[in-house]
């Protein structure tokens, strides 16, 4: 049995790929979180909808199915969304306690990663955050899913986990 947790909100499938591949390298479980409601599928419209990032502005989500205690190491992967990280990812660390866990953060952008590593901290004030990702893709609309960030990158950030 594992004691690490990958959990992730990808809404274009970045962070989906990625998730994937730390959880097959740690042989942890996985988690997807999801919004109760989904976005809409036109992206310049849920760019156009997240304008304001707030960290106190969040949406509702889907139940969580896991027991998040039988957890001893959490990987959290979300995209970033106007500089901060997902509404999605916001909702789920105010809702459920990750306290006293080791924990790597990651936010996958197209280049402006803005505050994300500071809104991670913000939420998670009684954790043991050990590393953190900025995880780059494509900025180009033709090719966002080409990752820029090379996988060395994502192995060093997933050893320090250990
Ligand atoms: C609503 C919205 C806002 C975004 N804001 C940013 C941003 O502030 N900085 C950035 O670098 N990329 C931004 N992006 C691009 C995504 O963060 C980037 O493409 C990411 O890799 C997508 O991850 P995903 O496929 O897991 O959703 C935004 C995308 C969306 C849909």
């Given at each position: 049995?594992?004691?690490?947790?990958?959990?992730?909100?990808?809404?274009?499938?970045?962070?989906?790929?990625?998730?994937?591949?730390?959880?097959?390298?740690?042989?942890?479980?996985?988690?997807?979180?999801?919004?109760?409601?989904?976005?809409?599928?036109?992206?310049?419209?849920?760019?156009?909808?997240?304008?304001?990032?707030?960290?106190?502005?969040?949406?509702?989500?889907?139940?969580?199915?896991?027991?998040?205690?039988?957890?001893?190491?959490?990987?959290?992967?979300?995209?970033?969304?106007?500089?901060?990280?997902?509404?999605?990812?916001?909702?789920?660390?105010?809702?459920?306690?990750?306290?006293?866990?080791?924990?790597?953060?990651?936010?996958?952008?197209?280049?402006?990663?803005?505050?994300?590593?500071?809104?991670?901290?913000?939420?998670?004030?009684?954790?043991?955050?050990?590393?953190?990702?900025?995880?780059v893709?494509?900025?180009?609309?033709?090719?966002?899913?080409?990752?820029?960030t090379?996988?060395?990158d994502?192995?060093?950030?997933?050893?320090?986990?250990?």
């Amino acid at each position: 049995m594992t004691d690490t947790l990958v959990i992730y909100y990808s809404f274009t499938g970045n962070s989906k790929k990625v998730a994937n591949y730390v959880k097959d390298k740690l042989n942890a479980d996985i988690l997807e979180l999801e919004p109760q409601i989904p976005f809409s599928s036109d992206y310049d419209e849920v760019v156009a909808e997240w304008q304001n990032n707030d960290i106190k502005r969040d949406v509702e989500i889907k139940k969580v199915d896991k027991d998040l205690s039988k957890y001893k190491k959490i990987v959290l992967i979300t995209c970033t969304w106007w500089y901060g990280i997902s509404p999605v990812m916001k909702k789920f660390l105010k809702e459920y306690d990750l306290s006293n866990k080791d924990i790597i953060i990651a936010s996958s952008n197209a280049g402006w990663l803005g505050h994300c590593f500071k809104d991670y901290e913000t939420l998670l004030p009684n954790s043991n955050i050990k590393g953190e990702l900025d995880l780059v893709f494509s900025s180009n609309e033709h090719e966002r899913d080409k990752m820029l960030t090379s996988k060395s990158d994502i192995d060093n950030w997933i050893k320090k986990l250990n």
